[in-house]
């Protein structure tokens, strides 16, 4: 099934958030479509939530930048959002928002992953990144599946190993 990216960018937007997280995707309570973040560029959906924890007081504010792609997401997807991602943080450095927490999230989604380069290898390095790729089927609709990176295979390399398993390490030495 052929589709835009608008479209995908509507079904996020308009859709219950119960159901985007039955079908893989957990965004915040509000959505931006398409906010124009000068001088930065328009992103396809900014969404955001306010939490207060009453114990300490403390307002945390959570913002994620939805990336789109009708295709394959790569380094440029991500490149982008962060670009918005830094609008936004200029924003929010106003003294307006000193007393919140602010915890942004970036999430890229597309039919497929771009494989070619390194690209996802950085993905999995950055905190609050996530990549999701979707499907759509006549009977179920449109799905999203994260990406989960692939565990660690048991060919590392010796100086890996020693790294990730001291006690072998500490086991050479008293041995």
């Known amino acids: 099934m052929n589709i835009l990216e608008k479209e995908i960018e509507e079904i996020i ?3 219950d958030l119960e159901l985007l997280e039955r079908s893989g995707l957990k965004l915040r309570l509000n959505t931006i479509i398409q906010p124009n973040l000068s001088p930065y560029g328009i992103a396809d959906l900014i969404c955001y939530e306010a939490n207060k924890d009453l114990s300490t007081g403390i307002t945390t504010l959570y913002l ?3 990336e789109i792609k009708k295709e394959k997401i790569d380094i440029y997807t991500l490149l982008q959002a962060s670009k918005y991602a830094k609008a936004l943080r ?4 106003d003294k307006r928002f000193d007393e919140f927490k602010i915890v942004t999230e970036i999430l890229l989604v597309g039919k497929k992953i771009d494989y070619s380069n390194n690209f996802i290898d950085l993905v999995e390095f950055i ?3 996530s990549v999701f790729t979707y499907s759509i089927d006549m009977t179920d609709g449109i799905k999203f599946t994260k ?3 692939p565990p660690l295979n048991n060919n590392i390399c010796p100086f890996l190993k020693n790294l990730l398993y001291p006690e072998l390490v500490m086991n050479s030495l008293i041995g």
Do not use: E
């Open 147 to 149: 990406y989960i990176a």
């Open 13 to 15: 937007a308009k859709a």
């Open 127 to 129: 905190d609050n990144v």
């Open 64 to 66: 994620q930048v939805i």
């Open 90 to 93: 200029a924003i929010m450095s």
